[in-house]
């Protein structure tokens, strides 16, 4: 892959890991943020979340559940 589009690969992932860390970071302390590279397409563009509280988990989990996110 050319130097090029690396660097915009790099560049479009850290601002959707900023955006994505801004968003959810409203329900409370993130602790841990994974977002899995997964070549399945039912699983393509997960995201895992570790709260520092149950509380901020559970308020996540019931504003966004079954709810898709879509930068595009």
């Known amino acids: 892959m050319p130097q090029e589009e690396l660097l915009e690969a790099a ?3 850290e601002d ?3 955006e994505i860390y801004i968003e ?5 302390e993130i602790l841990d943020m994974l ?6 397409e039912h699983m393509m563009g997960n995201v895992y979340i570790k709260f520092a509280s149950e509380d ?6 019931k504003d966004k559940n079954g709810k898709y996110y879509n930068n595009v």
Request: hydrophobic share 45%; aromatic share 26%; glycine share 8%.
């Open 56 to 61: 901020a988990a559970e308020a996540c989990f």
């Open 24 to 28: 959810f970071s409203r329900y409370g």
């Open 16 to 18: 959707f890991y900023e």
């Open 35 to 40: 977002v899995a590279d997964n070549i399945g």
């Open 11 to 13: 560049k479009h992932f």
